[in-house]
């Protein structure tokens, strides 16, 4: 392998810009066309006619493409079929009813079912057998990992190693995405002949921002076969939009030329990703090669979705608990650091100390700010004076540095890994200097205090030249990517490692605390340690009861395909009967279904709590809609004893999110068939004044008079854990998605006589509903 070098300064990181802005430009979401082992319909859902389909259709279901158009789609599926897809366009989310196993022109296909710019979109693939006997033993193991992961990059590495387990790729690596975007490889599993990819970077321009945005969208992305020629959508456009059809959902979508020749130069034949999110945003990508074209059946995806997702949120919990740590470590350096200046001040004294006391106190406590985060030396400096501790500038050096800094700081909190790149007097401190951390102790920085972290000089091996990711071929023009990977080693000087995150808050929680200290408020930094511990434990708590929740699904997944296998096993070369696997398939499926509801019940958390839910506000009839989930929930209700009676007012009907507001109705009706105790359970619809009012009511356990006021917090529940199952979030989701939706939620209840719960929305978006309280639910 021979290998370039390139020597750079922390100035000079910014590769190939314009390159990265042409490749964004490419309309990777309407390629119009689709990966030819499977086949694409599009049909208007007002009449479910065939408006667009792919041209391989004949040679996979027999049937020409420019026949299918106008055909109503029914003509094409049998009764049972017809009736399997009539039931999935009456949930709110097709994404979560796919796959449907249907007969197409008398064929068997696995189908998966999406909407784009107001079409039904299918996409047909062939039934194979299912392969879910690997699958229990990977999500064993994701619960393993939620209760024993150290770090976050000892769950990468596992989790590479189970992919690659579960799928047989040839190589498998988990790819993280840095803050400037360029990719490294920070785990890696392969067969031994092939060559290793891991400690390798690559530049942003290797997955460009459309492409990303995909990958945060859609968690799972298969490609068969690079070599395969794509089949062609016909007609080109969408009737209802005269624009190509958007396939940003779609799991069949071909491959951009520029993405399939990378992997070509790649010697690539198929691949796949796992998309990993932390706090709404791609972190990552579990990156699968394979050296001969490979395909994942719909069931094996789907558990990857699932791997995935239980994967993305262990990274939220380890990075919360991490900083929590981290922010516990520097808040008890930071009350050490308050007694200490205030011993200095004398404050016991009844006499309150000056502005020249107060200087003195920070100034001569510095060597306990040493250790308060993770730097070499530190400097609190005033208008005339500078103490240091560790290794810093001199002091000379650290007033040229202060008076820049009372220049252009506009916020009392500063950090830079390049102090050299921002200000040029400093580029021969970076020995000592590359990192600065500041805090301001006044709006005019009269006093402030200085973290340095010296330069660490790195070496940067990328998977090619960086500074040519891309090139333009002379007789087409087209843009196109680099052809060699050879190792290119770039030495990069002037930088120190970034601050973290915890770093910056604690400099903030500092800057507060020494403020407290003149305004007689340090009391509060013991305050917060101890709601720091307070919500380690609570979180420690949560995973406990969050392990056992989804154990209990699995178990059951995995003694059903452990049946499967041994009757597969029992019957000999004719194999196992389709009216014997079925019913045991199901049962894998619904419990599958339910570990997806769970960790979809705790990504709408993370989404709730970080201010990113999106609603979607539509004409919505609620009680249509109650009725769709009275009819989903009544095999339940049935199992436990209990029967539901909706009586619903004819015409309510407002502007609300219909998914967000099936949850809500899905939540208080699975509540009171919980909580019912096997009895009668009553859902009302009716219309009161200018708003919807929803009241779903049982006759079971209650809810004691001193549980009514925190029921709707986060994990809080009104009985034991152990005698009820749940993560305790039910009921506080649905306050937030009412509360979203511009409504409220209340709660009536008499031990040992049942719940009533009462939501009420405005029919008119916008409009606050009346006798809206500030506090509802007990908040």
């Known amino acids: 392998m021979t290998t370039g070098e390139v020597d750079i300064g922390a100035e000079a990181l910014d590769f190939s810009a314009e390159a990265l802005e042409e490749c964004a430009r490419e309309p990777i979401h309407i390629p119009g066309a689709v990966q030819p082992h499977g086949a694409l319909l599009a049909v208007r859902e007002d009449d479910l006619r065939v408006v667009q389909a792919s041209e391989n259709t004949r040679a996979l279901v027999g049937v020409d493409a420019r026949a299918l158009l106008g055909q109503p789609l029914r003509a094409f599926l049998d009764p049972g079929s017809w009736d399997l897809f009539e039931r999935a366009l009456r949930q709110p989310s097709l994404r979560k009813e796919s796959p449907l196993f249907l007969r197409f022109a008398g064929l068997a296909f696995t189908v998966m079912l999406h909407r784009s710019e107001g079409l039904l979109v299918l996409e047909l693939e062939g039934a194979g057998p299912p392969e879910e006997s690997r699958v229990a033993g990977t999500l064993q193991f994701v619960l393993a990992r939620l209760s024993g992961a150290r770090t976050v990059l000892d769950l990468l590495r596992s989790m590479a190693s189970e992919v690659k387990a579960l799928t047989g790729y040839d190589r498998v690596m988990i790819y993280r995405f840095h803050d400037d975007l360029h990719g490294e490889v920070i785990a890696e599993v392969r067969e031994p002949e092939l060559e290793p990819y891991f400690g390798l970077h690559y530049p942003a321009s290797d997955i460009p921002a459309q492409a990303r945005r995909l990958y945060a969208k859609n968690l799972v992305r298969c490609i068969r076969d690079v070599e395969a020629v794509p089949s062609p959508i016909v007609p080109p456009e969408n009737p209802r939009t005269g624009r190509p059809l958007d396939l940003s959902d779609a799991w069949l979508r071909s491959v951009s030329p520029v993405h399939v020749q990378y992997l070509r130069n790649m010697g690539v034949s198929a691949s796949m990703s796992i998309s990993l999110l932390r706090g709404g945003d791609l972190f990552g990508l579990v990156a699968c090669h394979h050296r001969a074209p490979r395909l994942l ?42 007694e200490q200046v205030t011993a200095r001040l004398g404050t016991s004294s009844r006499i309150a100390p000056g502005k020249g006391e107060a200087e003195k106190g920070l100034l001569g406590q510095v060597g306990a700010l040493l250790g308060f985060v993770e730097a070499t030396g530190v400097a609190v400096v005033d208008e005339s004076q500078v103490a240091t501790a560790g290794v810093t500038p001199t002091a000379e050096d650290v007033r040229r540095i202060a008076a820049w800094l009372r220049e252009v700081m506009k916020e009392p909190i500063f950090a830079t890994d390049s102090l050299g790149a921002e200000l040029p007097l400093a580029r021969g401190l970076a020995a000592v200097a590359s990192g600065l951390l500041v805090t301001s102790f006044s709006s005019e920085g009269r006093t402030m205090s200085l973290w340095f972290r010296p330069e660490i000089e790195r070496t940067l091996a990328w998977g090619g030249d960086p500074r040519k990711p891309v090139s333009r071929d002379p007789s087409t023009m087209r843009i196109e990517p680099r052809r060699s990977f050879e190792v290119w080693r770039q030495t990069v000087r002037g930088c120190a490692d970034p601050w973290k995150p915890w770093e910056i808050e604690a400099a903030s929680a500092l800057r507060a605390a020494v403020v407290g200290i003149v305004l007689g408020q340090a009391a509060d930094l013991a305050r917060l340690a101890a709601e720091l511990r307070a919500a380690l434990r609570a979180r420690d708590d949560f995973l406990s009861v969050a392990s056992h929740e989804l154990r209990t699904p699995i178990a059951t997944l995995r003694l059903t395909l452990e049946a499967l296998q041994r009757a597969t096993t029992r019957s000999g ?49 609620l009680g249509e809609l109650v009725r769709r989930v009275a009819e989903r929930l009544s095999i339940q209700a049935a199992a436990a004893g209990s029967t539901i009676e909706v009586r619903a007012q004819a015409g309510v009907v407002g502007q609300w999110d219909e998914g967000r507001l099936d949850q809500v109705v899905t939540n208080l009706l699975t509540n009171a068939i919980k909580y019912g105790a096997g009895r009668p359970v009553t859902v009302e619809v009716a219309t009161r004044r200018r708003e919807a009012e929803l009241v779903v009511k049982d006759r079971g356990i209650g809810i004691p008079a001193e549980a009514q006021a925190r029921i709707f917090e986060r994990f809080e529940r009104a009985v034991p854990a152990s005698h009820y199952g749940g993560f305790g979030l039910g009921l506080w989701i649905v306050r937030q998605f009412v509360e979203q939706m511009g409504g409220h939620v209340s709660v009536a209840s008499t031990e040992g006589q049942g719940a009533t719960f009462t939501v009420c929305l405005p029919l008119v978006r916008g409009a606050a509903p009346a006798g809206k309280g500030k506090d509802v639910g007990g908040s």
Do not use: N, W
């Open 297 to 338: 059946v719909p069931a094996q995806r789907g558990m990857c979705e699932v791997l995935g997702r239980v994967v993305s949120f262990q990274l939220e919990v380890l990075d919360q608990k991490d900083a929590a740590e981290q922010k516990l470590r520097a808040s008890t350096l930071a009350h050490h650091y308050v």
């Open 573 to 621: 070369e004719g194999g196992l009967s389709r009216t014997d696997a079925t019913p045991r398939i199901e049962m894998a499926m619904r419990q599958v279904e339910r570990c997806v509801a769970l960790v979809d019940q705790l990504l709408d958390v993370s989404q709730l709590s970080s201010g990113k839910l999106s609603l979607s506000f539509a004409e919505t009839d």
